[in-house]
């Protein structure tokens, strides 16, 4: 008899143990009725829990861990409001492909489907928005559902998945010991590249007279930076970012004619409208960076490589496809020796243009102070070697322009959902996952009022980042669009009331500086990156300040306004 209790453990300390077998080293989230027996159960756990002031923070939290270290970050909300307040969370993971497992609670398994008290249908709710989802209806079946849960979250195309979990499943008794042999024969993502492909690849690359590599975030999810700067520097090809790649291929690389798209560099949207071979690492082709498909590289001959078939054809129609890995696939490049064809011209002409046509800003004035020169003068500051993270916006955009980044894994930000909110929560996730790198924020002052109650975990876990605050006084894209297309009507997007935000960091025990004078700028942000400890820096920016170049929506990547 004793035997039978040893092996016997309630559903909570089994899920536990399995969080610990999955070497999960901290958990984001927010406790309530449902989830009270798996808090219970955490009391007496070695791994961390990180409590939010919002389940929409603990899962923004969760996400910059994730994109910061590479591993999934780990979510435990309670029902009803709980699950629905994370699922903003959810789809803009999904839409970023963040390795990331949610648990949801539910009410008792007795009343789902009877409106009982904080009930909602979260397996219906977050099915469009999630890997997989699994509602436990046995105890005995958590150990398999978390370990299938953690391995579909972080192979193929990575993404997150939402385990609902009565309260009754978490208090039942189950064995503990149960061994799970993982056998998903419906989901077995394609990793290696298919050699006959990749040779197809290599054989175009060798008649292109203008070839040219777009760089999606697929290379960092695969680790693959090494890989592709290896191939870009041997056949000395140029590489464009999307905003999700930036990173990969570092700043300084001469052949880097930096981020494509709506603000994407002239070089760059040039050379896709210019090339005749575009080698798409990693991308989706989103409307951001293709927002006239039937004009995009028309000249090309286009291979897409991407581990999720899905993406292949579905914008750009595609002649060499390659459903894989991008490391794996940069690997068979790098193998296969071919004599590329002279491409000096195209090569003097791209460098041509990424000098005349640089990324810039009016550096004379000194009337006002520039959000470029913040975002320029930090990068030098830190050498480019911070974790950047950012909110959503002008800043977003500049942010992407102007600081020289250099590593992989290196900008957090919201990408395919375009999350306000997301940058606070975001920033916390990837200082507690990296620790020994120093975390700078960009964030507007729309998007920090969203989720600035985050502040609050700051001093209390001791997470010493650096929040810059570029104060427009408005939701500065949002005006941009409106000054640009819609007759200067600024509907509703410049706030005429703000609260002092130096002191809000102040009542959170958190020092805080503002900065309006263009004359002390440098010096004044020279001395606050000393600090240690956790700080807010609002800077008062230009508010009429527009992102630029821009490509209007609809419009081909040629047709970009701002550019001399």
Same mark, same amino acid.
């Given at each position: 008899?004793?035997?039978?209790?040893?092996?016997?453990?309630?559903?909570?300390?089994?899920?536990?143990?399995?969080?610990?077998?999955?070497?999960?080293? &901290?958990?984001?989230?927010?406790?309530?009725? %449902?989830?009270?027996?798996?808090?219970?159960?955490?009391?007496?756990?070695?791994?961390?829990?990180?409590?939010?002031?919002?389940?929409?923070?603990?899962?923004?939290?969760?996400?910059?861990?994730?994109?910061?270290?590479?591993?999934?970050?780990?979510?435990?909300?309670?029902?009803?409001?709980?699950?629905?307040?994370?699922?903003?969370?959810?789809?803009?993971?999904?839409?970023?492909?963040?390795?990331?497992?949610?648990?949801?609670? !539910?009410?008792?398994?007795?009343?789902?489907?009877?409106?009982?008290? $904080?009930?909602?249908?979260?397996?219906?709710?977050?099915?469009?928005?999630?890997?997989?989802?699994? /509602?436990?209806?046995?105890?005995?079946?958590?150990?398999?559902?978390?370990?299938?849960?953690?391995?579909? #979250?972080?192979?193929?195309?990575?993404?997150?998945?939402?385990?609902?979990?009565?309260?009754? &499943?978490?208090?039942?008794?189950?064995?503990?010991?149960?061994?799970?042999?993982?056998?998903?024969?419906?989901?077995?993502?394609?990793?290696? *590249?298919?050699?006959?492909?990749? =040779?197809?690849?290599?054989?175009?690359?060798?008649?292109?007279? =203008?070839?040219?590599?777009?760089?999606? %975030?697929?290379?960092?999810?695969?680790?693959?930076?090494?890989?592709?700067?290896?191939?870009?520097?041997?056949?000395?090809?140029?590489?464009?970012?999307?905003?999700?790649?930036?990173?990969?291929?570092?700043?300084?690389?001469?052949?880097?004619?930096?981020?494509?798209?709506?603000?994407?560099?002239?070089?760059?949207?040039?050379?896709?409208?210019?090339?005749?071979?575009?080698?798409?690492?990693?991308?989706?082709?989103?409307?951001?960076?293709?927002?006239?498909?039937?004009?995009?590289?028309?000249?090309?001959?286009?291979?897409?490589?991407?581990?999720?078939?899905?993406?292949?054809?579905?914008?750009?129609?595609?002649?060499?496809?390659?459903?894989?890995?991008?490391?794996?696939?940069?690997?068979?490049?790098?193998?296969?020796?071919?004599?590329?064809?002279?491409?000096?011209?195209?090569?003097?002409?791209?460098?041509?243009?990424?000098?005349?046509?640089?990324?810039?800003?009016? @550096?004379? !004035?000194?009337?006002?102070?520039?959000?470029?020169?913040?975002?320029?003068?930090?990068?030098?500051?830190?050498?480019?070697?911070?974790?950047?993270?950012?909110?959503?916006?002008?800043?977003?955009?500049?942010?992407? $322009?102007?600081?020289?980044?250099?590593?992989?894994?290196?900008?957090?930000?919201?990408?395919?959902?375009?999350?306000?909110?997301?940058?606070?929560? #975001?920033?916390?996730?990837?200082?507690?996952?990296? *620790?020994?790198?120093?975390?700078?924020?960009?964030?507007?002052?729309?998007?920090?009022?969203?989720?600035?109650?985050?502040?609050?975990?700051?001093?209390?876990?001791?997470?010493?980042?650096?929040?810059?605050?570029?104060?427009?006084?408005?939701?500065?894209?949002?005006? !941009?669009?409106?000054?640009?297309?819609?007759?200067?009507?600024?509907?509703?997007?410049?706030?005429?009331? !703000? *609260?002092?935000?130096?002191?809000?960091?102040?009542?959170?025990?958190?020092?805080?500086? @503002?900065?309006?004078?263009?004359?002390?700028? +440098?010096?004044?942000?020279?001395?606050?990156?000393?600090?240690?400890?956790?700080?807010?820096?609002?800077? &008062?920016?230009? *508010?009429? +300040?527009?992102?630029?170049?821009?490509?209007?929506?609809?419009?081909?990547?040629? /047709?970009?306004?701002?550019?001399?």
């Amino acid at each position: 008899m004793a035997e039978e209790q040893r092996k016997m453990k309630n559903g909570s300390r089994i899920l536990i143990d399995a969080l610990q077998k999955q070497e999960v080293e &901290m958990i984001f989230g927010y406790p309530g009725g %449902a989830v009270l027996p798996l808090y219970d159960a955490l009391y007496d756990r070695d791994i961390p829990h990180i409590l939010t002031r919002h389940e929409q923070g603990a899962v923004h939290a969760a996400e910059g861990y994730a994109k910061a270290t590479g591993k999934p970050g780990v979510v435990i909300v309670t029902s009803g409001p709980g699950a629905t307040n994370a699922i903003t969370g959810i789809a803009d993971a999904m839409s970023d492909s963040i390795p990331m497992v949610v648990f949801t609670g !539910q009410v008792v398994t007795d009343g789902i489907g009877k409106d009982a008290f $904080q009930e909602a249908d979260v397996i219906g709710l977050t099915m469009p928005i999630t890997k997989n989802n699994y /509602q436990v209806r046995e105890t005995k079946e958590l150990p398999r559902i978390i370990e299938e849960a953690f391995h579909i #979250a972080t192979t193929g195309r990575k993404g997150p998945v939402v385990i609902d979990l009565p309260k009754d &499943m978490t208090i039942m008794e189950a064995d503990a010991e149960i061994e799970v042999n993982l056998n998903l024969p419906s989901y077995q993502p394609t990793v290696k *590249p298919n050699k006959l492909q990749v =040779k197809k690849l290599m054989e175009a690359l060798a008649v292109a007279k =203008k070839p040219l590599i777009l760089v999606g %975030a697929g290379v960092l999810h695969a680790d693959a930076g090494k890989e592709l700067v290896e191939f870009i520097n041997k056949y000395q090809v140029p590489a464009l970012c999307t905003l999700l790649g930036l990173g990969a291929v570092p700043t300084e690389n001469e052949l880097f004619l930096g981020m494509g798209g709506m603000h994407g560099s002239f070089a760059a949207n040039m050379a896709l409208t210019d090339c005749d071979l575009l080698i798409n690492l990693g991308s989706r082709f989103d409307d951001r960076l293709a927002s006239a498909p039937k004009e995009f590289a028309s000249n090309a001959v286009i291979a897409h490589v991407d581990i999720d078939p899905a993406e292949i054809g579905k914008i750009i129609e595609t002649q060499i496809p390659i459903v894989a890995d991008a490391k794996e696939t940069l690997k068979e490049m790098l193998k296969i020796e071919v004599e590329s064809a002279d491409c000096t011209e195209w090569r003097k002409l791209n460098l041509s243009r990424k000098k005349l046509h640089p990324f810039k800003y009016d @550096r004379e !004035q000194k009337a006002e102070i520039k959000p470029q020169k913040v975002i320029e003068f930090i990068g030098e500051l830190t050498n480019g070697e911070a974790i950047v993270a950012t909110d959503v916006g002008q800043h977003q955009m500049w942010a992407a $322009q102007f600081y020289p980044f250099k590593n992989e894994k290196q900008l957090i930000t919201s990408g395919g959902l375009g999350t306000m909110g997301y940058g606070v929560p #975001a920033a916390i996730g990837a200082k507690l996952g990296c *620790p020994d790198k120093e975390v700078v924020l960009f964030v507007g002052d729309g998007g920090f009022q969203m989720t600035n109650q985050e502040l609050a975990i700051l001093t209390i876990y001791n997470i010493p980042i650096k929040i810059v605050i570029l104060n427009n006084q408005s939701l500065g894209m949002v005006r !941009q669009w409106q000054e640009s297309f819609f007759n200067e009507r600024r509907s509703e997007s410049v706030f005429t009331s !703000q *609260p002092d935000f130096v002191k809000m960091a102040e009542a959170y025990h958190i020092k805080g500086l @503002r900065i309006e004078d263009p004359e002390t700028l +440098e010096a004044e942000l020279t001395e606050a990156f000393k600090e240690t400890g956790p700080l807010l820096i609002e800077v &008062m920016v230009s *508010p009429t +300040e527009h992102v630029l170049p821009m490509v209007p929506a609809g419009k081909a990547n040629y /047709q970009m306004l701002g550019v001399d």
